[in-house]
């Protein structure tokens, strides 16, 4: 495994890591005090550089803050979501004492998860994830919440856009159901999956083919589905000892899957050969909450964790010429 850049966040525990989509040598990273239980939520941007990761801004926030995305149609913008139920939008241009330029309030629990939409014609369209058992949209545009999604019965952890199919997104829940839902019918999902006998932490869509999603659950299982069949899982992936936080699929090759634990690994898979894991990474000393592939430079990923490191680096499994 190459090492790019690490950088150690004294007393802050990582929660989330995106790399921009818009400068491959940015990223952004939501951590917290006392593991998110109380204390402040801190909005982190990095660039990396010749000279390893520099800190480039900080935004302090009095509550925990959960999960990140970055604007697909702004370079310099991202929405976090929090522990006091509101989705915050950050200028990463602007000066730490500004604060957001934005709180938009709607969910009356913990957010714990955003997705900006990948669309163009969406540019405005960001789905929030929360422990209200609910999903909202909103336009950001003019702040208003276009719509509840109801239907799960436990906290919904992850929210998440297709990228092939226009108005459609994926959201998990504590309820143990994988649901994707058509944003003009908020009343009903179009397809409820009974997907593990855990509580389910996160999805993902290929990015090559818009009927496969994967899921990660807190028994340390991934599977991977074709909507087509949503009655039985295309394979599970069951190498992890403990809860799976993030599960992501490649953009560069739709087998390749990426995942990190509470068990302090992040592993990296090929779904199409076989059902272990192809490199296991064991630097973390704590949970390993966020991982991130960079849009920009093939091969290399980000991720952060509980013991208050930020890491980019390039495994040796996600090198083209060793796959």
């Not at 139920?85 to 990463?92: A, E, I, K, R």
């Not at 009343?187 to 999805?203: R, V």
């Amino acid at each position: 495994m190459s090492f790019v850049a690490a950088f150690t966040t004294p007393g802050l525990h990582g929660y989330s890591v995106r790399f921009s989509p818009f400068l491959g040598a940015r990223l952004a990273v939501v951590s917290c005090q006392q593991y998110g239980i109380s204390g402040t939520g801190n909005v982190l941007i990095f660039d990396n550089t010749s000279s390893g990761l520099v800190l480039r801004q900080s935004f302090v926030w009095g509550e925990s803050l959960f999960d990140l995305s970055w604007s697909e149609s702004n370079a310099n913008i991202v929405v976090t979501a929090g522990g006091d139920g509101c989705l915050h939008l950050w200028d990463v241009d602007r000066t730490p004492e500004a604060g957001p330029f934005i709180v938009l309030k709607g969910h009356s629990r913990e957010v714990y998860g955003v997705d900006w939409c990948l669309a163009r014609y969406s540019a405005n369209l960001v789905l929030s994830a929360s422990w209200d058992k609910t999903v909202k949209l909103w336009n950001i545009g003019d702040g208003c919440c276009l719509n509840t999604f109801t239907g799960h019965e436990h906290i919904v952890y992850s929210a998440v856009w297709s990228p092939l199919v226009p108005k459609c997104f994926a959201s998990v829940s504590g309820d143990r159901t994988i649901r994707i839902w058509d944003i003009r019918k908020s009343y009903m999902a179009g397809i409820t999956l009974q997907g593990h006998e855990a509580e389910i932490l996160s999805c993902d869509w290929s990015k090559y083919d818009q009927n496969v999603v994967a899921s990660a659950a807190t028994d340390g299982s991934i599977r991977v589905w074709d909507l087509r069949n949503p009655r039985q899982f295309l394979k599970q992936l069951s190498d992890h000892q403990y809860a799976v936080r993030r599960v992501k699929f490649s953009p560069f090759d739709g087998n390749v899957l990426l995942s990190c634990s509470y068990d302090f690994t992040v592993k990296t898979w090929n779904i199409g050969a076989q059902s272990t894991a192809i490199e296991v990474i064991e630097h973390h000393t704590e949970f390993v909450y966020g991982i991130d592939f960079n849009l920009h430079i093939p091969g290399q990923i980000a991720d952060c964790s509980w013991d208050e490191t930020v890491k980019v680096y390039s495994p040796v499994s996600l090198q083209p010429a060793l796959r």
